[in-house]
């Protein structure tokens, strides 16, 4: 059923600086089968905003977010159980120690589908599938999370959101502080992730290298409007990259300068590396 935002917007108040609107009107679907989907913006554009009513830990102040077939506005229905709503969309936080608590691995795993009913064979089960899942062996169920390195933290709070088996997972930030190869692992591991469960991954980054080559869809906000909803080649054509203040990836920029600079025919949209190495050996060659 997925996640269907109807002229959704959200508005912080303050008493200091006064009242601030995060989104705008915001009407997008995101389906809940098999989509890789980025979310970009300049700091303060609404990202995180937008990704909090994904899984309705706030409100719209105004329009409605439906979740799985519930509709969800601004008033809240004392019918509703949300918690359950929630584990149809697992939200990842950007810092990994906000959602590991337990004494090991394993009890951190298990304590998601332990909350939803589940019996205790079944929960541990869980979490040796989803340890598998996010490229950890079994030797870590028995660890202290808090002894782990930043990026296996990262990997265990997703295993257990992961343990719950949500149809969508969301992610803030999950590469912040990570260097490049081991932001292109932990991307590649969502990537596989997709492909083994054929869910829909939502990741929200800064970073266009990994937007250009991983996304099949990129979602755009700027001051909290949706400026742009399609596919990533499209994406890095428009004149309007320098007024969102998105940056182009490094493929496109190197490979363009030396188009202009040497009258290069070449294609400068290459997503990868290697592919930019196999452009310009083409015209190297000839």
Known sequence: MGIHFREVSHEYASYQVGDYQAINKITLSIEDENEFICLVGHTGSGKSTLAQHMNALIFPTEGEVEIN???????????????????????????????????????????????????????????????????????????????????????VSIAGILAMDPDILVLDEPTSGLDPFGKRQLMELFKNIQKETKKTIVIITHDMDLVYEFANRVIVLNDGDLVYDGNEEDLFKKEELTKWALGLPETIKVLRRLKDQFHLDINPYQKTVDQAYEELKKVMTK
């Open 69 to 155: 077939g519930k509709i969800i506005t601004k008033k809240r229905d004392k019918k509703t159980n949300y918690n359950l709503l929630r584990k149809h969309v697992g939200l990842v936080f950007q810092f990994p120690e906000y959602q590991l608590f337990e004494e090991t691995v394993e009890k951190d795993i298990m304590f998601g589908p332990l909350n939803f009913k589940i019996s205790f064979e079944e929960a541990k089960a869980k979490a040796v599938e989803a340890i598998h899942l996010v490229g950890l062996n079994e030797s870590y169920l028995k660890r202290n999370p808090f002894n782990l390195s930043g990026g296996e933290k990262k990997r």
